[in-house]
């Protein structure tokens, strides 16, 4: 053991720990991934172990990483202060090797949309559009449980890049649950991708930047937001896109419209279920003036329609996901807390990775568990904001 003191000073607080965190003698103060929450924790640790330290044999990495980023900073004539103010972080670690070629990049697909929707451009927007499209459309269909773990795990957090991610989420929501529930013919799924990847394009900026805003919206937003989906139909149109059902669903995907499926046309169909995958997806994320709500309430959300009745393409997105969808955290009869990363063979017992034990610490490796067994029924769902520990998406993604 090689123990090497860390200022109080480098902790992040709010942050996953990217180490084992030991006191001086080397006793074991807090896992890898521990979330200290605030500075009162972070006080009694120390107390705990007389001083911080880090084990540069079992973290090596890490602190390697943070030597690197201290060396930077002194070659780029950082001053002082920034020196001092320096944490070590989990993102210094890099990236995680993806379970196989077929996963994305998430960040840098979060990052293309971003830039895509923001700023569309008619001489390149079309290729580019149908490029990042297909590209989910062809997760959707080989790795439906990854892709869906991936995005609402990530919608429960973001609010930098939340309207492309929100996007991202409904347009792959819908496309699983059109071909897998619905059973629509290849065509009209596609079309659903693209107008649910297109449908609020002509507010993507405004969207980011409410995601992070605490004032009540001025009366200049509201009508933005009330007209976004005639303007998203018309900025379509200017951007090329001539596909009549894409089109009339983009405009028509704020229309309360409840009653049977059959009886709509092709393109009322997919803004119908392009609205139940929008209310669910937007009450899944943050805001900065309020946690993202429940798992189960975003369902419940687009299980019922506008008259309190089950709603056609609401039970079909609960029937799909699941009550307990991937990157739904929820607890266990065995008292641990786990994230459901794969849909079982019913809605309500999903495949589950334990990432805290009964005693609320974290396991270190996440832990699989088969909900279906009694030992490990869920028995009620855990808040993100009540959560820990956090794991990189790319381990989550290893256990699909």
């Not at 070590?88 to 994305?104: F, Y």
């Not at 008619?122 to 297909?134: E, K, M, P, Y």
């Not at 849909?343 to 805290?356: D, E, I, K, L, Q």
Request: some cysteine; hydrophobic content about 45%.
């Amino acid at each position: 053991m090689n123990l090497v003191s860390l200022s109080i000073e480098s902790i992040q607080i709010g942050q996953p720990l990217p180490f084992v965190l030991r006191g001086a003698d080397g006793a074991l103060l807090a896992q890898k991934g521990f979330v200290i929450r605030n500075r009162e924790e972070l006080a009694k640790l120390v107390l705990r172990g007389r001083e911080l330290c880090v084990d540069t044999d079992e973290s090596g990495d890490s602190h390697r990483a943070y030597l690197a980023q201290l060396q930077r900073m002194l070659i780029a004539d950082t001053s002082l202060g920034e020196i001092a103010a320096m944490k070590m972080t989990a993102g210094e670690q890099g990236g995680g090797t993806r379970a196989g070629k077929t996963l994305p990049a998430w960040s840098e697909l979060q990052l293309r949309a971003t830039q895509l929707l923001r700023s569309p451009a008619a001489s390149d927007f079309g290729g580019r559009f149908q490029a990042l499209h297909d590209e989910l459309a062809r997760h959707c269909e080989q790795t439906p449980d990854a892709t869906l773990l991936a995005l609402i795990y990530l919608s429960a957090q973001e609010t930098r890049m939340y309207s492309a991610t929100h996007a991202m989420l409904v347009s792959c929501v819908c496309m699983v649950v059109a071909r897998e529930m619905l059973r629509w013919p290849a065509a009209q799924v596609r079309q659903t991708g693209q107008a649910a990847l297109s449908m609020n394009i002509a507010m993507t900026e405004l969207q980011d930047h409410l995601a992070q805003q605490t004032q009540p919206l001025t009366s200049a937003q509201i009508t933005a937001v009330q007209e976004h989906a005639a303007h998203s139909q018309s900025l379509l149109r200017q951007l090329g896109v001539a596909d009549p059902v894409w089109l009339e669903a983009v405009g028509a995907h704020h229309h309360r419209a409840p009653g049977p499926l059959a009886k709509k046309s092709a393109a009322q169909q997919i803004a119908r279920l392009i609205q139940r995958a929008d209310v669910f997806g937007a009450r899944l994320a943050p805001r900065a003036s309020r946690w993202p709500m429940p798992v189960t309430a975003a369902m419940q959300a687009s299980y019922y329609d506008e008259e309190h009745k089950v709603d056609e393409a609401g039970a079909a997105l609960v029937k799909t996901l699941g009550v307990y969808p991937p990157g739904a955290f929820v607890r266990l009869a065995s008292h641990e807390v786990g994230v459901v990363i794969r849909r079982g063979t019913t809605a309500t017992t999903p495949r589950v990775a334990v990432v805290t034990n009964r005693d609320g610490m974290p396991t270190g490796e996440p832990i699989p568990r088969d909900t279906g067994m009694p030992p490990w029924k869920i028995t009620g769902v855990v808040a993100f904001k009540d959560i820990r520990v956090s794991l990189p998406l790319d381990r989550l993604l290893q256990l699909v």
